[in-house]
């Protein structure tokens, strides 16, 4: 089934893999205590999955040349994930092993330092290491951006042993 919410659509049920998807399967069976709650937290959890997914088909160049650099363990056998919904934020690349957030600005961050901020020390708060890169750093300097997060990822592994 497919609900249409202004301009994003939630798709009814979540994918199995989900973790949404034991909440849906428990709501669905008349198993939740307070359903309407859940419900209400399951749309807006929903919602968010949903930007994530089009974000992640819809990747910037900047995304796209980084991302070639992270995926499938290539960097230092770390696994990260892209545009990860961590609510009410969505992350543009996170390894949840190392707790480690990289975020990509580009030239509309410019005008939401608060905003940027303020988001960091959410993310910060909840054990998350962020590290943020400017568009055209990344584009002029690819290697020294990935040095950048090696040596911040010896530092994480250094700290946990």
């Known amino acids: 089934m497919r609900v249409y919410k202004s301009d994003v659509y939630i798709i009814y049920p979540p994918h199995p893999s989900s973790l949404l998807y034991a909440l849906w399967v428990r709501e669905e069976r008349g198993l939740l205590r307070q359903p309407p709650k859940v419900e209400g937290y399951l749309k807006k959890a929903m919602i968010l999955v949903n930007k994530a997914r089009a974000l992640r088909k819809n990747q910037t160049d900047v995304e796209r040349l980084l991302w070639q650099h992270l995926r499938n363990r290539r960097f230092y056998d770390c696994k990260f994930r892209r545009q990860l919904p961590i609510k009410p934020y969505i992350a543009d690349f996170v390894c949840l092993e ?5 975020e990509l600005d580009g ?12 988001r960091s020390l959410f993310l910060e708060q909840r054990g998350f290491k962020v590290m943020r ?6 584009i ?13 990822i010896l530092e994480i592994e250094q700290r946990t042993e």
């Open 107 to 118: 030239g509309q961050h410019a005008c939401q330092i608060n905003y940027d901020k303020q």
């Open 140 to 152: 002029e300097n690819t290697e020294g951006v990935l040095e950048t997060v090696r040596l911040a």
């Open 98 to 102: 190392l707790m480690l957030i990289i």
């Open 133 to 138: 890169f400017w568009n055209n750093e990344v």
